[in-house]
C-alpha cells in the first residue's frame, strides 16, 4: 500500500501484555497521530503494523512473537509492508530478538519512544534499522531515587524529558478504544530485587510521575469519556520515594474529586509497603475504589525470603484483616508462585492454607520457569516441572473454588456497577448490561446486570442487587444509573 505525499501514512497498534503497555502504546498512538500518521483500528489495512510485545513470562513472549507472525502474515501490495516489533520483549532482548525474528521488520527499543514517528517512517521506505544490544537499564538512572527525575533519559509514559511542565494531550497519548475504564501510569520501573522477576533490568530503576501530570492526564481521560482510571505501575506502594514524599499516593488519592473521574482504582500494590494510612484512603475515600490488588506471590516465610521478599501468612492474614474491618465488601486480589526453587510440601501446604484463610476475591496462578538474567535461575534444587504443574493445577482448583464461594457470599448485596457493554439475553431477548463492580478490577470478573425496562448507555453508573453466581462472576438487577 503507498501514500501520496498528502495521504497520512496508515498505522495500526497492537498491544500485548499489561495495563502499563497500554498507556505506553496510547503514547506512541499520540506521537504517531502528532507526526502525521493516521491509526486504524484493522493491520490489514495498514501500512505498518506497531507490534507493542511483553516480555514478562514465556507464554507472554510466545503470544507477542505470535502476534509479530501473524501481523506479518498480512503483508501484501495492499496490506502493510512494515511490521515492527516494541515493547518490553523488543527492549530485552533487541539484537538478539531481530536475528531470530526475520518477519519482524525492525527491533525498537524504549529509547526510540520519542522519534517513533521517524523511525517508522524510515522503515517503511526500506531503510534498514539497526537494532539495539540490550543493557540493563537500571544502571541508565542514578542509584540515589532523588536525583532520578532531572534524568533524560526516555521513559514509556513519562514524555521525553523536553515536554513543558504538566502534560500536553494530545502529543502524548491517543485513545486506541472507547472503553471507559483507562490505565493511567503512576510511575515507571521497580527498585526491588524479587529474585524471579527480570523486569527491573529492562524497565528500569523506580522513577514517579509529578502528581500534577496524573491528576492532568486523569481530567482529559473524563473529558475523553472515561469514568474510571487504573493508576499502574510496577510498584504503586512506592509511589512519591523519589519525589521527596513517600506518602504522596496517600495525597495524590484524595486529590480526584475535581478531575470528572468517578472512580479510582490502585493496581499492584506491595504489602510489606502498604500503610495503615493508606489502607483507610482507599477503603473510605468516595472517588477511590475499595479494592486492593496485593502482590503476596506465596505465604511461607521461608520461601518468600528466597524470593527476596518480606511477610509471611500471619503477616498477610493481619492486612487482610484490617482491610476488611474498614471495608467489608473490598475486592482483594493477587498473584502466586508455586514451584519455586527449593519449594518444600510443608512450605506449599502454607500456601494452600493461607488460601483457604484469606477467602481472596480473585488469584491469579502462576508455575515458576527460570528466567534469563534472574537469581532465581541460578538457585540449585529445581522442583521438577511435573511436581511444578501438578501444584499449578492443584492450587487453581483450590482457588476456583474459594473464588466462586466468594461471589455466591455476595448474593444481596447492592453494588454499583460501571457498564462496560450493552447486549441482548439470546434466549429471552432482555437487554442486558456487562461491567464490573467496585470490588471486580479490569481482569477479575464481570457482572452482569438485568436491565429490565431501565435505559443505561456505556460509562453508567448502575446500582443493583446481586441475585445469582456463575462462577466467579455475579448477575445482578438494575436499580438505578448515573
Given at each position: ?20 503497555n ?18 486504524v483500528?484493522?493491520?490489514?489495512t ?22 509479530i ?23 530485552r ?18 529509547d526510540?519512544?520519542?522519534?517513533i ?19 540493563d ?6 542509584i ?36 471507559p475504564v ?74 480526584f ?66 482491610i ?99 447486549e441482548?439475553?439470546?434466549v429471552?431477548g432482555?437487554?442486558?448490561?456487562i461491567?464490573r ?46
Amino acid at each position: 500500500m503507498s501514500s501520496s505525499p498528502s495521504t497520512p501514512r496508515r498505522v495500526a497498534v497492537v498491544t500485548m501484555g499489561c495495563a502499563r503497555n497500554e498507556v505506553d502504546s496510547e503514547e506512541m498512538a499520540g506521537r504517531l497521530t502528532a507526526e502525521g500518521w493516521e491509526l486504524v483500528d484493522d493491520p490489514a489495512t495498514a501500512e505498518a503494523v506497531l507490534v507493542n510485545t511483553c516480555g514478562f513470562v514465556e507464554v507472554a513472549k510466545k503470544d507477542s512473537i505470535d502476534a509479530i507472525l501473524a501481523a506479518a502474515d498480512l503483508k501484501a501490495p495492499d496490506g502493510p509492508s512494515a511490521v515492527v516489533a516494541v515493547g518490553c520483549l523488543a527492549e530485552r532482548y533487541g539484537e538478539e530478538l531481530a536475528a531470530s525474528l526475520p518477519e519482524a521488520d525492525a527491533v525498537l527499543g524504549f529509547d526510540d519512544y520519542p522519534d517513533i514517528g521517524e523511525r517508522l517512517r524510515a522503515i517503511v521506505a526500506g531503510e534498514q534499522h539497526v537494532p539495539h544490544a540490550p543493557r540493563d537499564r537500571r544502571r541508565l538512572l542514578p542509584i540515589a531515587p532523588a536525583d532520578r527525575p532531572a534524568a533524560a533519559t526516555p521513559i514509556p509514559g513519562h514524555g521525553d524529558g523536553q515536554e513543558p511542565t504538566g502534560w500536553a494531550p494530545p502529543i502524548l497519548r491517543r485513545r486506541l478504544d472507547g472503553s471507559p475504564v483507562a490505565p493511567v501510569k503512576l510511575a515507571s520501573g521497580c527498585d526491588r530485587r524479587c529474585a524471579f522477576c527480570a523486569i527491573p533490568s529492562f524497565r528500569g530503576s523506580f522513577v514517579s510521575r509529578s502528581p500534577v501530570e496524573v491528576l492532568a492526564e486523569t481530567q482529559w481521560l473524563a473529558e475523553e469519556g472515561v469514568r474510571e482510571v487504573v493508576l499502574v505501575s510496577e510498584n504503586s506502594t512506592s509511589y512519591g520515594k523519589d519525589l521527596g514524599d513517600l506518602r504522596l499516593l496517600e495525597q495524590l488519592l484524595r486529590s480526584f474529586s475535581g478531575t470528572g473521574i468517578a472512580r479510582v482504582r490502585v493496581a499492584y500494590l506491595q504489602p510489606a509497603e502498604v500503610r495503615p494510612d493508606l489502607i483507610g484512603i482507599i477503603a473510605q475515600t468516595p472517588e477511590v475504589t475499595p479494592y486492593f490488588d496485593l502482590s503476596f506471590q506465596h505465604a511461607s516465610p521461608t520461601l518468600l525470603r528466597r524470593m527476596r521478599r518480606f511477610g509471611g501468612r500471619a503477616e498477610f492474614i493481619d492486612l487482610i484483616t484490617r482491610i476488611r474491618q474498614l471495608a467489608p465488601t473490598a475486592g482483594i486480589r493477587s498473584n502466586v508462585i508455586v514451584g519455586f526453587p527449593g519449594e518444600t510440601e510443608e512450605e506449599y501446604a502454607d500456601l494452600l492454607a493461607f488460601l483457604e484463610e484469606a477467602q481472596l476475591d480473585a488469584v491469579g496462578v502462576f508455575g515458576y520457569s527460570d528466567e534469563d538474567g534472574t537469581e532465581a535461575a541460578t538457585l540449585p534444587d529445581k522442583v521438577d516441572p511435573d511436581i511444578v504443574q501438578q501444584r499449578v493445577e492443584e492450587t487453581t482448583a483450590l482457588v476456583d473454588e474459594l473464588m466462586a464461594q466468594r461471589a455466591e457470599d455476595r448474593i444481596g448485596e447492592r453494588i454499583e456497577v460501571l457498564v462496560e457493554a450493552l447486549e441482548d439475553d439470546e434466549v429471552s431477548g432482555e437487554s442486558l448490561a456487562i461491567g464490573r463492580a467496585a470490588h471486580q478490577g479490569p481482569d477479575d470478573a464481570t457482572t452482569t446486570v438485568l436491565l429490565r425496562d431501565v435505559a443505561v448507555t456505556v460509562g453508567d453508573l448502575v446500582v443493583a442487587t446481586v441475585v445469582d453466581a456463575d462462577g466467579v462472576d455475579l448477575v445482578a438487577e438494575i436499580g438505578e444509573a448515573r
